[in-house]
């Protein structure tokens, strides 16, 4: 089993930047590059959205439709951490943010494929 905190959030001006880490803990007998990571955003009223999901190398990227172009995952597997960079930010990209690890380590966007969640950070992105 793996632990998540999410960090990085915050109030941002339309076309400002954030970045969100995602910080692991893990239990003893598997390492970090065992699991796919992903991103997923919730609004108030909304249903939780597939924002990016990054493989266990890092070496597979995917993003969603509303994002792409504008954030970049990557992570640091001997720091136990994966970013968010969202740049050009709107503010339809407010909402709470949330990273989620996928055991079987597949590019899923799923959120039934992700069985550990983190607590989420919330960024509010101003018109």
């Known amino acids: 089993q793996v632990q998540l905190g999410e960090s990085g959030g915050g109030l941002v001006q339309a076309g400002g930047s954030l970045r969100l880490l995602c910080a692991a803990s893990?239990?003893?007998?598997?390492?970090?590059?065992?699991?796919?990571i992903g991103w997923f955003r919730q609004a108030p009223g909304k249903e939780r959205e597939f924002v990016a999901a990054?493989?266990?190398?890092?070496?597979?990227?995917y993003y969603g439709e509303s994002v792409r172009g504008r954030f970049t995952v990557s992570r640091d597997n001997a720091k136990n951490t994966v970013y968010l960079q969202m740049n050009s930010l709107k503010p339809e990209d407010t909402a709470g943010y949330y990273c989620?690890?996928?055991?079987?380590?597949?590019?899923?966007?799923?959120?039934?494929?992700?069985?550990?969640w983190g607590q989420g950070t919330q960024v509010t992105v101003s018109s």
């Open positions: 989620a690890a996928d055991p079987l380590n597949y590019i899923s966007t799923m959120v039934s494929d992700f069985d550990s």
């Open positions: 990054i493989s266990g190398t890092g070496t597979n990227t």
């Open positions: 893990l239990a003893s007998g598997r390492t970090f590059s065992s699991y796919s």
